[in-house]
T-cell receptor, first 110, second 114 residues
Framework: GIQVEQSPPDLILQEGANSTLRCNFSDSVNNLQWFHQNPWGQLINLFYIPSGTKQNGRLSATTVATERYSLLYISSSQTTDSGVYFC????????????FGTGTRLTIIP | ETGVTQSPTHLIKTRGQQVTLRCSSQ?????VSWYQQALGQGPQFIFQ???????GRGNFPPRFSGLQFPNYSSELNVNALELDDSALYLC?????????????FGSGTRLTVV
């Protein structure tokens, strides 16, 4: 099946800093989503972005499908941004549906 | 527009018992997927239901089974519970047959097997 790798695995930043999270995937995809999982386990959909660039407030994301990677940018970090960020993809082939990466754990220090 | 709702939120079961988890899909969505998330891991795909039929399955044994109802809600059943089944179970809904905008997840059911 498709492989999804995220980096870095852990990131600790001061409030107000900017960060870039990366997601690499091993095959062509027809779906890519970025999620934020809060401490209570809820997966919040940040972006549906199989290709191109999107922005939503302090967050933006870019997917370069031909090179099989996606980037999530967080600017002016706030403590509420803490949590685990997952990239998840759905391959054009195969029977398995949305496949998640291992996540990036982001901790924002006041 | 209602989101994805799951019940119960927490559950404690004994090894060997059976459990049923429930999920109501987001309004307008006709597909439901189930995921298992062990502590410290990313969610793992269990199976997906579309038009009341299984439409894809991950690497889970047959004691994990499911149903989808005509209103698109779904159940996940796990028989002969094992300690390793302790996890957060997430349900996601999506819309097939039209423009696709990704999956929406519920808050999950945290299952503890003792």
């Amino acid at each position: 099946g498709i492989q999804v790798e995220q980096s870095p695995p852990d990131l600790i930043l001061q409030e107000g800093a900017n960060s870039t999270l990366r997601c690499n995937f091993s095959d062509s995809v027809n779906n890519l989503q970025w999620f934020h999982q809060n401490p209570w386990g809820q997966l919040i959909n940040l972006f549906y972005i199989p290709s191109g660039t999107k922005q939503n407030g302090r967050l933006s994301a870019t997917t370069v499908a031909t090179e099989r990677y996606s980037l999530l940018y967080i600017s002016s970090s706030q403590t509420t941004d803490s949590g685990v960020y997952f990239c998840a993809v759905e391959s054009n082939f195969g029977n398995e549906k949305l496949t998640f990466g291992t996540g990036t754990r982001l901790t924002i220090i006041p | 527009e209602t989101g994805v709702t799951q019940s119960p939120t927490h559950l404690i079961k004994t090894r060997g018992q059976q459990v049923t988890l429930r999920c109501s899909s987001q309004s307008g969505h006709n597909t439901v997927s189930w995921y298992q998330q062990a502590l410290g891991q990313g969610p793992q795909f269990i199976f997906q239901y579309y038009r009341e039929e299984e439409n894809g399955r991950g690497n889970f044994p047959p004691r994990f089974s499911g149903l989808q109802f005509p209103n698109y809600s779904s159940e996940l059943n796990v028989n002969a519970l094992e300690l390793d089944d302790s996890a957060l179970y997430l349900c996601a809904s999506s819309q097939a047959d039209s423009a696709f905008y990704g999956y929406t997840f519920g808050s999950g059911t945290r299952l503890t097997v003792v």
